[in-house]
């Protein structure tokens, strides 16, 4: 399990925006995907955005057009950029890596999968 940690949750308004940050440890960071998982109270995790280790990204149909999941593999850094935000995207935010599992995996079992970090409260009001 790779460790890391998420950083960028706040408490915005519907229609703002929020940039999360993850590190992760380690000097291996040939990554098969590295994905952001969110999981809302009483619910399931799953997956919001996933990055391959050629840069193709997929996503959540509820957050597409919505959000841009990045990567700088020089600094080992994950970013998700969060425009339009909604009420229903309040969620813990927790960030995944991996040297093996692919993103199919973290885009429909994210909730098979344990984060490795704290994860990052995001809540938004309307």
């Known amino acids: 399990l790779v460790q890391v940690v998420e950083s960028g949750g706040d408490s915005v308004q519907a229609g703002g925006s929020l940039k999360l940050s993850c590190v992760a440890s380690?000097?291996?960071?040939?990554?098969?995907?590295m994905a952001w998982i969110r999981q809302a109270p009483g619910k399931r995790r799953e997956g919001v955005a996933q990055?391959?280790?050629?840069?193709?990204?997929t996503y959540a149909d509820s957050v597409k057009g919505r959000f841009t999941i990045s990567r700088d593999t020089a600094k080992n850094i994950l970013y998700l950029q969060m425009n339009s935000l909604r009420p229903e995207d309040t969620a813990m935010y927790y960030c995944?890596?991996?040297?093996?599992?692919?993103?199919?995996?973290?885009?429909?079992?994210?909730?098979?999968?344990?984060?490795g970090g704290p994860g990052t409260q995001v809540t938004v009001s309307s």
């Open positions: 995944a890596a991996d040297h093996f599992l692919s993103c199919a995996y973290f885009k429909v079992r994210a909730d098979e999968y344990l984060p």
């Open positions: 380690g000097d291996n960071n040939d990554y098969s995907c």
């Open positions: 990055i391959d280790a050629r840069g193709i990204t």
